[in-house]
């Protein structure tokens, strides 16, 4: 086995070698209309995005067109009816890139944070997910209904898939471009990155989650409906979940038979 392959055990032979030069990445940025223009948030996040990333999908956000800005292509797509679900379809599609970075326009996430992201694409994981409760992670306004809820939703999660996540449903993620074709999203209003998620443990990706800083958001609401879409990820837990998921919700741990082998 070669010394490559030691240091990056969960590489495949097809995977591309990190710091080749080769993969591109695309950023897909999506914009609420709620709450006012949401241009000059979309200014700041422009500017702050890394080099690395070469091209910008915008969805929900100003009418439709290209622009160069520095070097860096971007599309508008125009807006978007965020009734229909928060995952707009054409954007996954339009973007170019051998990796793909979703992210959402509201000021709450920071681009900076995009390099943490493809470090762990370029090592070998096909799914990368930030998460606000990991060493190094933390959140500006997260009610304690929706702790509570998320807590829930987590237990469902680690039971059906076998996964020990500890952020379902935060919207901050990366993933290679051959996982959107794998893709079948619904426009049922599921909150941003949550039925990504299901459908990456769902078709067993490589998972791993990084430490993300939530921001106070600069634009658009600041008060999802925590009973609706936490009633729409569960739906999306269970319909995706793996055939002996059911066997793993009923199992219960043999205590007193472990003991009597310790």
């Known amino acids: 086995m070669s010394s490559d392959s030691h240091a990056h055990p969960l590489r495949r032979s097809t ?7 080769t993969l591109t990445v695309s950023l ?25 990333v070469r091209e910008v999908v915008l969805i929900g956000g100003p009418a439709g067109g290209t622009e160069e800005r520095a ?14 679900g928060d995952i707009p379809h054409a954007a996954l599609l339009a973007a170019t890139g051998d990796l793909v970075v979703l992210m959402n326009a509201d000021g709450s996430m920071s681009p900076q944070e995009i390099p943490h992201y493809l470090h762990y694409l370029e090592s070998g994981y096909d799914f990368v997910k930030g998460s606000r409760f990991i060493a190094g992670g933390d959140y500006a306004d997260y009610p304690l209904s929706r ?9 469902v999660a680690r039971r ?11 919207g901050f993620c990366a ?29 067993g990706l490589r998972v791993a989650e990084v430490p993300s800083l939530e921001l106070p958001r600069r634009h658009g609401p600041s008060h999802p409906r925590t009973i609706r879409d936490g009633a729409r990820i569960l739906g999306a837990l269970l319909q995706e979940r793996p ?12 205590r007193g038979s472990r003991d009597a082998s310790g």
């Open 147 to 155: 702790r509570i809820g998320h807590r829930a939703l987590l237990r």
């Open 175 to 203: 993933f290679r471009r051959p996982f959107v074709d794998l893709l079948d999203l619904r426009e049922d209003g599921v909150e941003l990155g949550a039925e990504l998620v299901t459908h990456a443990l769902h078709y």
């Open 243 to 254: 055939h002996n998921a059911l066997s793993r919700l009923t199992r219960t741990p043999l």
């Open 28 to 52: 897909v940025l999506t914009a609420r209309p709620d709450g006012g223009d949401p241009g000059a948030a979309l200014d700041r996040i422009l500017d702050q995005v890394p080099s690395s």
């Open 71 to 84: 070097g860096l292509g971007v599309l508008r797509l125009g807006a978007w009816d965020f009734t229909r």
């Open 160 to 170: 059906l898939y076998g996964q020990h996540l500890t952020d379902l449903w935060y």
């Open 15 to 21: 995977d591309r070698a990190p710091g080749s030069g």
